[in-house]
């Protein structure tokens, strides 16, 4: 019973990574904006890989809810808001408040209570 919690772990891991991703590439791409700026970030290996990822992804958690319910899966999702929000302050430097933070803890109780 444990490969349904690791497959929805590394779906997790691979969402948020896939995202911060996207993120990068966009960054990447300088002097345009708009329509232009959405094809070529679109276009970037690195867009790719992470649409790669998303597809991988989304095969784990189909695997994840052959095993557990599907209300179980779904809040377990909740923990990529955390991956990807340490992610950006991380690797973007961006700005956090205090009350980002007690989102954040929020969602982590809410991931672990509900699934007690």
């Given at each position: 019973?444990?490969?349904?919690?690791?497959?929805?772990?590394?779906?997790?891991?691979?969402?948020?990574?896939?995202?911060?991703?996207?993120?990068?590439?966009?960054?990447?791409?300088?002097?345009?904006?708009g329509?232009r700026r959405?094809?070529?970030?679109?276009?970037?290996?690195?867009?790719l890989?992470?649409?790669?990822?998303?597809?991988?992804?989304?095969?784990?958690?189909?695997?994840?809810?052959?095993?557990?319910?599907?209300?179980?899966?779904?809040?377990?999702?909740?923990?990529?808001?955390?991956?990807?929000?340490?992610g950006?302050?991380?690797?973007?430097r961006?700005?956090?408040?205090?009350?980002?933070?007690?989102?954040?803890?929020?969602?982590v109780?809410?991931?672990?209570?509900?699934?007690?």
């Open positions: 019973m444990m490969w349904p919690w690791l497959a929805l772990c590394g779906m997790a891991v691979m969402t948020a990574a896939a995202q911060l991703l996207i993120k990068t590439a966009s960054e990447r791409v300088e002097d345009s904006s329509l959405f094809v070529l970030t679109l276009v970037m290996p690195s867009t890989v992470a649409g790669l990822m998303i597809v991988i992804a989304a095969c784990l958690y189909i695997y994840a809810l052959t095993e557990v319910s599907l209300s179980t899966a779904y809040a377990s999702t909740a923990i990529i808001h955390v991956l990807v929000f340490f950006g302050w991380i690797l973007f961006e700005r956090k408040t205090a009350w980002h933070l007690i989102g954040i803890v929020f969602i109780a809410g991931v672990v209570l509900y699934n007690i």
